[in-house]
């Protein structure tokens, strides 16, 4: 499984737009990269998923560079309620993380701040 | 749609009892999985059930059991409790739409255990 590095906090006003980067170096052709979101004291839930280029939907994009070695998770316009730890995954989709295998780093606590 | 479903919210156990966690997933979702969140960290794979079989196990002692009945609940035991069994359990939910489709995982709130 590729490992993921993600930086451990970050800082955001309201209104802002936030990117959260996630290094992926090892990442397998096969692999997908894969966003949860966690709040204090509930469990983990999905963002957004992709596979190369971009990604968006209601709530999220995902930038996904062409040697998908690194991806980039854009919030717009954060307000206080996107205060939470973000995850970033990498997994083949067509083996052990299809099948509830789900495996967490320490994720990127994201505080903003009004 | 009532999401998944976890209980009991809290439990307060000491060094050496047993402990069991139960879970009931989305409605048509037959895959169950359990994780394990220490304080300060991201969730750790415990389990697997699809189908009421064991698809997969993480790196926990065989303290840790689990097992999932015909209605696609679940269980989680833990034996002889540690001190570092204090956590946040959570089970989480998958419909398996097919080998080629994310299967998004629906967690539930959690099971937040203390062990004195």
């Known amino acids: 499984l590729a490992k993921t590095t993600q930086p451990i906090s970050m800082d955001s006003y309201e209104g802002q737009e936030v990117n959260i980067t996630c290094s992926h170096n090892?990442?397998?052709?096969?692999?997908?990269i894969t966003w949860y979101q966690q709040f204090p004291s509930q469990g983990p839930r999905f963002i957004i998923q992709?596979?190369?280029t971009k990604v968006t939907n209601e709530v999220a994009s995902l930038f996904i560079p062409a040697d998908r070695k690194s991806s980039t998770l854009s919030l717009p316009r954060v307000s206080l309620s996107d205060t939470a730890v973000y995850y970033c995954?990498?997994?083949?989709?067509?083996?052990?993380?299809?099948?509830?295998?789900?495996?967490f780093g320490r994720g990127t606590q994201l505080t903003v701040w009004p | 749609d009532a999401g998944v479903t976890q209980s009991p919210t809290h439990l307060i156990k000491t060094r050496g009892q047993h402990v069991t966690l139960r879970c009931s997933p989305i409605s048509g979702h037959k895959s169950v999985s359990w994780y394990q969140q220490v304080l300060g960290q991201g969730p750790q794979f415990i389990f697997q059930y699809y189908e009421k079989e064991e698809r997969g196990r993480g790196n926990f002692p065989d303290r840790f059991s689990a097992r999932q009945f015909p209605n696609y609940s679940s269980e989680l035991n833990v034996n002889a409790l540690l001190l570092g069994d204090s956590a946040l359990y959570l089970c989480?939910?998958?419909?398996?739409?097919?080998?080629?489709?994310?299967?998004?995982?629906?967690f539930g709130p959690g099971t937040r255990l203390t062990v004195l």
């Open positions: 090892n990442i397998a052709t096969n692999d997908y």
């Open positions: 992709g596979y190369k």
């Open positions: 995954l990498v997994g083949d989709r067509d083996r052990g993380s299809t099948l509830g295998r789900l495996y």
């Open positions: 989480a939910s998958s419909l398996i739409k097919g080998p080629s489709s994310y299967n998004e995982q629906f």
